[in-house]
């Protein structure tokens, strides 16, 4: 069964801690994308990655960072967490367009809270 | 840039009923899909329709998209309580493959009373 996993279902951290969010695909996907998911904004697209060692920005990437080393491995990095970065964390992967189905596979989600 | 938006925004029916949920978008897309979430966990992709196709069926699943309006629906048939979730409407951004994100909507809440 192919899967999306993140490293953690849940996770506190404090004030000014450097955080990281692993989330690893086993579908040989090239496309890996991090949301964040927050009540009555939706889902919001931090930073997606298109290959191995690339990355661009999404719609609200400030206080982030990501790391894609490998191909099956996105990481999302929070420098210096805040409390307004306490949110339900998505990581999400595709094929590449002309591949095949667009679609996304989506992790469980990690659930940080920032105190 | 909210593209999707879904109306309602919650829906309670009893079990074995249909539910409709709609979706509207404000720009020019290849492809629209439908996602749903369980309560605190990850999405799961049920459908996607291509901007040539009006119609689509997956099971108990009907998409229609209209581009012309600029708006598609997810119709669940015969529904039961496992079908309790939320349902999201995700266009690419930008109007491309998807590869560079899918914009989602709040999502409807649809509650399958027993």
């Known amino acids: 069964d192919v899967k999306v996993t993140q490293s953690s279902r849940y996770l506190v951290k404090r004030t000014g801690e450097k955080v990281f969010l692993e989330c690893v695909q086993d579908m040989d996907h090239e496309n890996m994308f991090w949301y964040r998911q927050d009540p009555g904004l939706g889902l919001r697209l931090i930073y997606f990655s298109y290959d191995v060692k690339m990355k661009e920005k999404g719609d609200i990437p400030e206080g982030y960072s990501v790391s894609r080393e490998k191909k099956e491995r996105f990481s999302l990095i929070l420098e210096s967490a805040s409390t307004n970065q306490t949110s339900m964390y998505l990581c999400a992967s595709s094929l590449r367009p002309g591949q095949g189905s667009p679609g996304y596979t989506f992790g469980s989600g990690t659930r940080l809270t920032v105190v | 840039s909210q593209q999707g938006e879904e109306d309602p925004q919650a829906l309670s029916i009893q079990e074995g009923e249909n539910a409709t949920m709609n979706c509207s978008y404000k720009t020019s897309i290849n492809n629209l899909q439908w996602y749903r979430q369980n309560s605190g966990r990850g999405l799961v992709h049920l459908i996607l329709i291509r901007s040539n196709e009006r119609e689509k069926h997956s099971g108990r699943l009907r998409v229609t998209l209209d581009t012309s309006k600029k708006s598609s629906s997810l119709l669940i048939t015969a529904s039961r309580a496992a079908d309790t979730a939320s349902y999201f409407c995700?266009?690419?951004?930008?109007?491309?493959?998807?590869?560079?994100?899918?914009?989602f909507g709040k999502g409807t809440h649809l509650i399958i009373q027993p």
């Open positions: 995700a266009t690419p951004h930008h109007g491309g493959g998807g590869a560079d994100g899918l914009t």
